[in-house]
């Protein structure tokens, strides 16, 4: 029961980090960029890669688009928590929404965005679903190796 009350909490953080300013780009008068339209954005490298467009991709666009997958994975995490008997496709893919955080940072560090609140609530929110997984490991005791004393 924890668990799921973690997770719903988690999903309604990152659902509504979507909804507030998650970038500032560069230069005063740029207005700040939403969550929504960040993952949209985020996504337009990764539409031209699988049209075949991959001349002279940067790394940048690179990063973007591997931070594109991130909320995509993410939903393919949430379904895989379903199935119990999936656990390894749920860490692995976890592990890819992990990666994908990291290269939204590199993306604003190299394009000198300033990340802002639905940023942070976008992590936060991804934190807490993931930290699930790791929570219920504690949730299992460990049988006592044979011959060990106590």
């Given at each position: 029961?924890?668990?799921?009350?973690?997770?719903?909490?988690?999903?309604?953080?990152?659902?509504?980090?979507?909804?507030l300013p998650a970038?500032?780009?560069?230069?005063?008068?740029?207005?700040?960029?939403?969550?929504?339209?960040?993952?949209?954005?985020?996504?337009?490298?990764?539409?031209?890669?699988?049209?075949?467009?991959?001349?002279?991709?940067?790394?940048?666009?690179?990063?973007?688009?591997?931070?594109?997958?991130?909320?995509?994975?993410?939903?393919?995490?949430?379904?895989?928590?379903?199935?119990?008997?999936?656990?390894?496709?749920?860490?692995?893919?976890?592990?890819?929404?992990?990666?994908?955080?990291?290269?939204?940072?590199?993306?604003?560090?190299?394009?000198?965005?300033?990340?802002?609140?639905?940023?942070?609530?976008w992590i936060a929110?991804?934190?807490?679903i993931l930290a699930?997984?790791?929570?219920?490991?504690?949730?299992?005791?460990?049988?006592?190796?044979?011959?060990?004393?106590?």
């Amino acid at each position: 029961m924890r668990l799921r009350l973690q997770l719903a909490i988690g999903f309604c953080i990152y659902v509504a980090a979507f909804l507030l300013p998650a970038i500032q780009p560069p230069g005063a008068k740029i207005a700040p960029v939403a969550g929504w339209l960040c993952a949209l954005i985020a996504l337009a490298p990764l539409a031209a890669l699988v049209r075949g467009q991959w001349q002279g991709v940067q790394l940048e666009a690179l990063l973007m688009a591997v931070s594109g997958l991130t909320n995509p994975f993410l939903l393919v995490y949430l379904v895989l928590r379903i199935w119990p008997r999936l656990v390894k496709s749920r860490r692995v893919v976890g592990l890819l929404v992990l990666a994908g955080i990291v290269s939204s940072w590199m993306v604003m560090s190299k394009s000198s965005f300033k990340p802002m609140i639905g940023h942070f609530l976008w992590i936060a929110g991804i934190v807490i679903i993931l930290a699930t997984e790791v929570w219920s490991l504690s949730s299992f005791k460990s049988e006592p190796s044979p011959g060990a004393s106590d």
